[in-house]
């Protein structure tokens, strides 16, 4: 049989492992409280996981255009930040504000043009890569156990591991961001600083 990336099935299997219950055979149907907060933990740990913005969640100089009639920036229902980037924040000072955004400078949900952003989204499950599951079913399991039990011990354990995981989702960033010294602003300006010429 094929080894298969982490399925969320999966995943709920081992957070309910981590207090002593038996493995489900699907996530669909009537299950019990356990499974219920297995579940609801996973989401729950997914969401913050990935609010940390990631190179596999995150999209740069989105393009977010204006209803032609309310003139209004609707965005995603998935948005978990919305950064509106230079030279598009000039003169504009955006926020978000439920789904929509606001220019806190003209006090107006309106936009006349469109601006530029950096997005970064909340993927379902399955558009996570395995490093990102890896990770978020380890740490969801501590905190699923430790709400459930409170196990010392068993925290102990998992901690060890989350801290695992955590090293190698930042390993599988590191290597798909290709992240550079240059591509940080303030490094870049003392680099491309002017000296002053001596006469």
Known sequence: MAITTTTKLQAVNTMLATIGSAPINSLTGTNSADVA???????EVSLSVQANGWHFNTDENTVLTPDPITKEITLPSNTILCDVEY???TNVDVV????RLYDRLNKTFQFEKELKAKMVYALEWDELPQSARFYTMIRASRIFQDRAIGSEKHHTFTLRDELTALAQLKRYEGETADHTIFDNYDVFRVIDRQYPYLY
């Not at 907060?37 to 989401?43: F, H, W, Y």
């Open 37 to 43: 907060m297995a579940v609801q933990t996973l989401d």
């Open 87 to 89: 030279p598009n924040n």
């Open 96 to 99: 978000v504000r439920g789904q």
